[in-house]
């Protein structure tokens, strides 16, 4: 016998803890947690409640909220309420883009996660000469970043809360910088000096970010991380995402080369598309990366093949009413065929196939048999009766 290369097909993930944010889990094995933002004005406690349930209610699992004031914070507390009488609790991650401890403290009692930025925890002087900065200097800052945070991380400890360290490219401190340079690196070492703390203080419900716009820079940071982690014995859950990604086909381009990278490495828990459209624009964009990746099926996996001379009927037209009459079916793959010249194996062992078999007419398949010729404008309804006929059809 000829011994076959081994190449595995499913994604393995890395391994890490699971951490709960209300009553979804990120990591532990978990399927990847999609999740958004609003963009409405936190004081603007209707307008919030109806975002989040719309996102909320189009599969982002996690919504997050911009906590600028305390202010800002207390109305989270009504969001919360209000969602509860309204509609559900859904589970709430509050961005406090300030080192505002008050601010943070405050939101700690409604949010189910509250996400920080290490690069906003600024205790050194100014440094003119960009000159790196010595261990018993970082010592020294690091002793007073854990003096500010300790009453925020021994909070959410104690109400088995969440906490994200969201590192961004663009806002590292001066001493990561000056030391690692505008690099992944100082980006891994600005979580990990967070992480430290947090682990002294015998708290472990952490997930890390480190967002850059640029993909390349984003990759190298969480591959960065995982190495780092491996090393320290550390198994946090990562949140992925690319910062600024922009609009329209190339913004979900860009955010997918980024996120699907690393989750095709098994890198990465939870995701989030960022695109300068509206945030609902997001949600199918993470479903679709997920799906395509095999790591989460929500919904048909059309096969289509690009049409060519042989062609044998509309392709884009059939494969639009196609999607049209199954799209709401979760967990099937269909395929839609152009012609079979190159075999049944070709539709990707889809359950059904729609393909062409001569002018005028099309032949469906189930798995790779043949199971009847039909005129071509009846396609659609006989493909239809056949999946209703095995069973697997539901009502939209
Ligand atoms: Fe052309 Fe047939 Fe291939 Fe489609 S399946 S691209 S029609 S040869």
Redesign the pocket.
Known sequence: TTSQPEFDTVIKRRKTRPVKVADVTIGGGYPVVVQSMINEDTMDIDGSVAAIRRLHEIGCEIVRVTVPSVGHAKAVGEIKQKLRETYQDVPLVADVHHNGMKIALEVAKYVDKVRINPGLYVFEKPRPDRSEFTQSEFDEIGEKIRETLEPLVVSLRDQGKAMRIGVNHGSLAERMLFTYGDTPEGMVESAIEFLRICESLDYRNLVISLKASRVPVMIAAYRLMAKRMDELGMDYPLHLGVTEAGDGEYGRIKSTAGIATLLADGIGDTIRVSLTEAPEKEIPVCYSILQALGLRKTMVEYVA????????FN?EEVLHKVREATKHLTGLDIAV??????GPG?MADADYGYV?KQPGYISLYRGREEIKKVPESQGVEELINLIKADGRWVDP
Not at 305 to 312: A, N, V, Y
Not at 337 to 342: A, P, Q, Y
């Open positions: 093949c690009p049409s060519c001379g042989r062609t044998l392709l065929m152009g012609c079979i010249v190159n070709e062409g």
